[in-house]
């Protein structure tokens, strides 16, 4: 013995001396705390330790990092979910880790009411972002829909409306947009149920295959540096700051770093995990709008560690054991032996271990938040992959609690689950409508003699099922919220072991239901509250028992000039003069301290923006703990000055168009029955005038709504510069005009008017660059000869007009009896 190990320890130390391997890392943007781990585990030592010798290259937008390591200029880089595609388009890469647990991509956009705004809008994307066009396809929107720009990577081409939407990071754009005091909307492709992974750290087949021991040490390191950037961020930001760039400040690290907290979940995910499970969702995502194939490949993709053996290290494993056999062959006979005992061990073990592998993947992926779909699938492949004879389903209860429907069932055949996805539930509906409908455990041994089955027992014989058990799923509240089943191909009775399975497995899916159904109320509570706290009229603050701001909403955030990192930890000192500081700080004392709810009914202060003083209506009111000790104040403040200027605004809207500024009908039906008061009282004539624009549907048309409406507010001006300023112009329409003449001395000073309006309107209009033509057909009716009172004296009008657009149109025709006879 003591020979083998002499020869063991002599074989080991001839082996050459290891040193640092040079490598690149090419990294897809530029330095910032997104690539904290990658600095830190240079900073730390962490690659020197694993032999290697790191650079770390950043990127710019030219940059393609796939083509960087495909083509050997980097071995290892940082990619999008997109890696995927890559790997269809014959990029030979693999994925070794994933940072961030959900994809930071989103889509921002100035104001609007929803995603389905953006369409026929420009929108600046990025080469990468393939997600977001698979969200925006799911959405309805393809790419054809819209006005895609290349991307300038600078947010100021968003506020400055060069563009109305642009892909983004959740960890970049929103805060220079924040600062900006810009509103904007964010839409994610988590909304819709793609959720991808970020920043995935991959290399190419050819660095695994030739250095699959440096890839293992480089990706160890890597993760080892990532959860020490996490841990130590401030540390890690100054790194950044002193050694890498100073193009942004040192808040903007900061708020990454809190921002990737929420996408690594480092305190219940370990940092780089991925499951494949979560990998094929990303790919069926892409194969449901046609990027890949359906059932595209994974093997070859996600890296393991165990990918490939050394090649060197298969060699010297093999004259190891020669030069054993060759010392003794009853040493070599006790080995085998020993190995085979071991080998059997081994598989044991790996069994019990993918099966608790399974059951924490599942209580991870509930952890993480991923989507229900995944979680799902996941609950029930584990099933099956431990009991290959089972093939499962989960179904889930309708909204009204009257229809199944399908939530996953992967191994059943497609058209068997098609023909279960939405059966109503009741007595005798097959093995999951009676166990949803009587919440009990239903066993069904053999399908094709069963009366449940009656129905269904063709299909299921197509679909070479024969048995089926069914455990009802409940929540915590005892509500039946789906089932689970099991089914077999040949009659089959379950064991005690089978019926516990049940049991455990329709409890986990209950979790995962609950968990949801809590998670989507909680989501749409929270977007509420911060829908109505960011968009109220009136500024809303939270203040801890120092006076120092725990939340300012975004109107005090415009106020006070800053973003919210700039407000929180600070007290009213930073924005206000000495003596309005002094004063807000007694008032918060009276809250903080003495536990008074306050109502002001007024209260001045300076503006912080403009310095003029504004008068506010202000509440301030103590926040509790249980146990009724004050932990902080929330504080509502109204503008009072802003609330009447906005009313005004209301009431003007109420009675001018928006785009011409001109009365609308609203005002001028007032005008006109005023104007009849006064003409009844003073024997006075006025004249009403309907003026129709003539081919100006073919302007918007040929030139777009913008252009028409530009040409609309022209036209408007120069019809008021044909009248009086005691004359009325109004829009009443798309394109439809009317003039109140008021006091005429001559009736056919009405028709002079008309022809002077006409004229006008006969002029080119320049718009934009172009030379648009429009002509006019005026109609007129004269107060008291064509009608005493409005409602006669406007259908005369309009019947004028009519003829006058009729009759070749561009021309003015003052009403007569005629018309009406011949009409």
Same mark, same amino acid.
């Given at each position: 013995m ?18 640092l ?6 990294l ?8 904290a781990?990658y600095y ?5 030592g ?8 790191v650079?770390i290259r950043?990127?710019?937008?030219a ?5 960087e390591?495909?083509?050997?200029h980097?071995q290892?880089?940082?990619?999008t979910?997109?890696?995927?595609l ?5 990029k030979?890469?693999?994925v ?7 994809s930071p991509?989103?889509?921002i ?8 705004d953006i ?5 600046m994307?990025?080469p990468?972002a393939?997600?977001?066009l698979?969200?925006?396809k799911?959405?309805g929107i393809p790419?054809?829909?819209l006005i ?12 400055n ?11 970049n ?6 600062r900006?005091?810009?509103i904007y ?5 988590r909304?819709a ?6 920043d995935?750290l ?7 295959t030739?250095h699959p ?8 390191a890597?993760?080892?540096g990532w959860?020490?950037?996490m841990?130590?961020a ?6 950044i700051l002193?050694?890498y760039?100073q ?8 708020f ?6 929420n996408?690594?979940h480092?305190?219940?995910i370990?940092?780089?995990y991925?499951?494949?499970g979560?990998?094929?969702?990303i790919a ?14 994974l093997?070859?993709?996600? !890296?393991?560690?165990?990918? &490939? +053996?050394?090649? @060197? =290290?298969?060699?010297?494993? /093999?004259l190891?054991?020669?030069?054993l ?10 080995? !085998?032996?020993?190995?085979r &005992? +071991?080998?059997r @061990? =081994?598989?044991?073990g790996? /069994?019990?271990?993918?099966?608790e ?12 938040d991923a989507p ?6 996941? =609950?029930v ?7 290959p ?6 179904m889930?209860?309708?909204s ?6 399908t939530?996953?069932a ?7 689950m ?8 009741g ?6 409508g009676?166990?949803a ?5 239903v066993?069904v ?7 449940y089955?009656?129905?269904?027992k ?9 048995s089926?058990w069914?455990?009802?799923?409940h929540?915590a509240?005892?509500?039946?919220l789906?089932?689970?089943?099991i089914y077999h191909?040949?009659?089959?009775k379950p ?5 516990q399975?049940m ?7 209950a979790?995962?239901?609950?968990r949801?159904r809590a ?9 509420l ?6 968009n109220v009229?009136?500024?809303i603050?939270?203040?801890d028992m120092?006076g ?13 000039n800053a ?11 930073k ?8 004063k ?5 004392q009276?809250v903080l301290?003495q ?9 001045s ?5 403009t310095?003029?003083t504004s008068?506010?209506?202000?509440t301030k009111?103590p926040?509790r703990?249980e146990?009724?000790r ?5 504080g509502?403040?109204t503008d009072?000055?802003?609330k ?9 809207m ?12 609203a005002?001028?039906s007032?005008r006109l029955q005023?104007t009849f008061?006064?003409a009844?009282?003073?024997r006075e ?5 309907f003026?129709d624009l ?23 001006n120069r ?6 300023e ?22 056919q000073d ?6 002077k309006?006409?004229?006008a309107?006969n002029?080119?209009?320049?718009i934009s660059g172009?030379t648009?033509?429009i002509?006019?057909?005026?109609g007129?009716?004269?107060y008291?000869?064509h009608?005493d009172d409005?409602?006669?004296l406007v259908?005369?009008?309009d019947l004028?007009?009519?003829y ?14 005629g ?5």
């Amino acid at each position: 013995m003591r020979f083998l190990y002499a020869l063991t320890f002599a074989f080991w130390i001839s082996s050459p001396a290891l040193a640092l391997d040079a490598v690149t890392l090419q990294l897809k943007w530029t330095h910032a705390f997104q690539f904290a781990g990658y600095y830190a585990a240079l900073e730390q030592g962490y690659y020197r330790e694993a032999g290697l010798d790191v650079s770390i290259r950043e990127a710019l937008p030219a940059v393609d990092p796939v083509h960087e390591v495909t083509e050997g200029h980097a071995q290892y880089g940082v990619g999008t979910s997109s890696l995927l595609l890559e790997r269809k388009a014959g990029k030979p890469v693999v994925v070794l880790a994933v940072i961030f647990q959900h994809s930071p991509y989103v889509i921002i956009a100035r104001q609007t009411q929803n995603i389905h705004d953006i369409a026929g809008k420009r929108i600046m994307l990025e080469p990468q972002a393939n997600e977001l066009l698979a969200y925006l396809k799911n959405e309805g929107i393809p790419q054809d829909r819209l006005i895609r720009l290349e991307h300038s990577f600078d947010p100021q081409d968003l506020i400055n409306g060069n563009v109305e939407a642009i892909s983004a990071y959740t960890i970049n754009q929103p805060y220079y947009l924040d600062r900006a005091n810009f509103i904007y909307q964010t839409y994610t492709p988590r909304s819709a149920g793609i959720d991808f992974y970020g920043d995935n750290l991959f290399t190419s087949e050819s660095e695994l295959t030739q250095h699959p021991e440096r890839v293992k040490a480089f990706r160890a390191a890597s993760l080892r540096g990532w959860q020490y950037a996490m841990d130590h961020a401030e540390e890690v930001t100054s790194l950044i700051l002193a050694k890498y760039t100073q193009k942004h400040p040192r808040q903007y690290h900061l708020f990454q770093a809190r921002q990737m907290d929420n996408l690594i979940h480092p305190e219940l995910i370990e940092i780089g995990y991925m499951h494949p499970g979560r990998w094929r969702h990303i790919a069926e995502t892409y194969a449901d709008i046609g990027m890949l194939p359906k059932d595209f490949p994974l093997d070859d993709f996600l !890296y393991s560690p165990d990918f &490939k +053996l050394d090649i @060197s =290290i298969l060699y010297r494993g /093999l004259l190891f054991t020669l030069l054993l056999v060759a010392v003794t062959s009853a040493i070599a006979w006790y080995i !085998y032996r020993i190995n085979r &005992k +071991l080998a059997r @061990s =081994i598989t044991t073990g790996r /069994l019990a271990e993918q099966q608790e592998l399974s059951r924490s993947h599942i209580l991870e992926l509930l952890a993480s938040d991923a989507p229900l779909n995944t979680i799902l699938d996941d =609950i029930v492949r584990s099933v099956e992959q431990a009991n290959p004879a089972m093939l499962c389903s989960l179904m889930l209860l309708d909204s009204q609690g009257k229809f199944l429907l399908t939530g996953s069932a992967p191994s059943l055949p497609e058209f068997f689950m098609q023909e279960m996805n939405g059966i109503e539930i009741g007595m005798g509906v097959a093995s999951c409508g009676t166990a949803a409908f009587t919440g009990q455990r239903v066993i069904v041994e053999d399908i094709q003699t069963h009366p449940y089955w009656t129905v269904y027992k063709t299909l299921a014989q197509k679909a070479v099922l024969a048995s089926c058990w069914s455990e009802p799923i409940h929540s915590a509240n005892g509500k039946v919220l789906g089932t689970f089943a099991i089914y077999h191909h040949d009659a089959h009775k379950p064991a005690d072991a089978d019926l516990q399975l049940m049991a455990k497995t329709a409890n986990i899916a209950a979790i995962a239901l609950d968990r949801n159904r809590a998670d989507q109320a909680i989501k749409g509570n929270e977007k509420l509250l911060s829908d109505i706290l960011e968009n109220v009229r009136a500024y809303i603050y939270m203040k801890d028992m120092q006076g120092r701001y725990l939340y300012a909403n975004r109107l005090l955030r415009e106020l006070f000039n800053a973003p919210m990192e700039e407000i929180v930890g600070y007290d009213d000192s930073k924005f206000y003069d000495a003596a309005t500081a002094a004063k807000m700080r007694q008032s918060d004392q009276q809250v903080l301290q003495q536990g008074m709810a306050l109502h002001d009914d007024e209260e001045s202060n300076p503006n912080p923006l403009t310095g003029q003083t504004s008068v506010y209506l202000t509440t301030k009111i103590p926040l509790r703990h249980e146990d009724g000790r004050i932990y902080a104040l929330c504080g509502i403040a109204t503008d009072i000055t802003e609330k009447k200027d906005f009313e005004e605004h209301l009431r003007h809207m109420a009675q001018y168009d928006a785009l011409t500024k001109l009365p609308n009908r609203a005002l001028f039906s007032d005008r006109l029955q005023q104007t009849f008061t006064t003409a009844r009282r003073t024997r006075e004539h006025f004249g009403l005038m309907f003026i129709d624009l003539d081919k100006f549907k073919p302007v918007n048309d040929t030139y777009g709504h913008e252009a028409g409406d530009l040409l609309l507010k022209d036209a408007a001006n120069r019809m008021q510069g044909c009248v009086r300023e005691s004359d009325t112009v109004a829009r009443i329409g798309g394109d439809e005009f009317v003039v109140l003449l008021a006091s005429l001395k001559h009736d056919q000073d009405a028709h002079e008017v008309g022809e002077k309006i006409r004229h006008a309107l006969n002029q080119p209009f320049k718009i934009s660059g172009n030379t648009l033509n429009i002509s006019s057909s005026i109609g007129i009716a004269i107060y008291p000869a064509h009608g005493d009172d409005e409602k006669e004296l406007v259908k005369h009008a309009d019947l004028a007009m009519y003829y006058a657009k009729e009759n070749g149109r561009n021309n003015v025709t003052v009403y007569h009896q005629g018309l009406k006879d011949s009409k």
